[in-house]
């Protein structure tokens, strides 16, 4: 079985079921396994991406077998469940997502995603010298987020290689901007995060804990008629960059950084 996906039977009423879930890898090895599957069309809810996620379920099929006494016949349902079309197809996007993630998945168009060339507008309207196109999670950092003093270096590769990230992500007729502070040494990061909450920035109790990395700060959604449409998105990324929540937060961060 794949790293980081699990199967397994279990009885539910009258039916034997077969499920399968994603369970609790390293957080961007989990998100980079889950961005894979939705890239080839499994369904992943939002807060599937969440660092406190650690359980993600992507598949269920069941039978009813005849005799719940006859091992041959339970065994037989279970030989079929398993070789179901729906459930090795299921197989190979896994091993396509491990192995490729994102890429190898044709664009919808050669020119990107919707929301790929709505970042492409933003980022045509807005000084943003910092950032990644990206074909489902756009994503920048301020140019204040990159001016940690020295000792505040990650501990481990993240996104675009500074404490503090930036993204959108498209679902269900929400565009939505999240922000995050990332792996930083143990000291370094809970001295951070004490500093964004002297700044009224919220944070969760756990994220001091030893262990943790990744700490969502920031999470604001608003609503998109059509998420297909690119001119849509690219006006829900302004509304939501020029939002009175989103410049708060920004000056937040920002004083946050300078008292360190």
């Not at 009813?64 to 079929?80: I, T, Y």
């Not at 491990?98 to 492409?120: K, L, M, N």
Request: glycine residues 6%.
């Amino acid at each position: 079985m794949n790293r980081g996906l699990i199967a397994w039977f279990e009885r539910a009423g009258d039916r034997l079921k077969l499920r399968a879930e994603v369970g609790p890898l390293e957080h961007e090895l989990r998100v980079r396994l889950l961005l894979g599957l939705a890239a080839r069309g499994l369904d992943i809810k939002e807060q599937a991406y969440e660092e406190s996620s650690q359980y993600t379920r992507i598949y269920m099929d069941a039978e009813s077998p005849e005799s719940w006494e006859d091992v041959s016949e339970l065994a037989r349902v279970m030989e079929r469940l398993y070789q179901k079309e729906a459930f090795q197809s299921l197989l190979r996007l896994t091993n396509e997502a491990v192995v490729y993630g994102e890429e190898g998945v044709q664009s919808r168009a050669a020119e990107g995603t919707p929301i790929e060339q709505a970042f492409r507008q933003l980022l045509e309207a807005r000084d943003i010298r910092h950032y990644q196109i990206h074909r489902r999670l756009p994503n920048f950092a301020e140019s204040e987020w990159t001016r940690f003093p020295d000792g505040y270096q990650l501990a481990e590769k993240y996104w675009l290689g500074y404490p503090l990230i930036a993204w959108f992500r498209s679902r269900n007729s929400t565009l939505r901007l999240i922000i995050e502070v990332g792996p930083l040494p143990s000291g370094k990061r809970n001295h951070f995060l004490s500093q964004l909450e002297a700044e009224g920035v919220p944070v969760r109790a756990l994220s001091y804990e030893e262990g943790r990395r990744f700490t969502r700060i920031f999470s604001r959604a608003v609503p998109v008629g059509n998420i297909e449409d690119a001119i849509e998105l690219g006006e829900a990324m302004v509304r939501l960059m020029d939002s009175a929540e989103y410049c708060e937060m920004r000056g937040r961060i920002r004083r946050a950084i300078e008292s360190l």
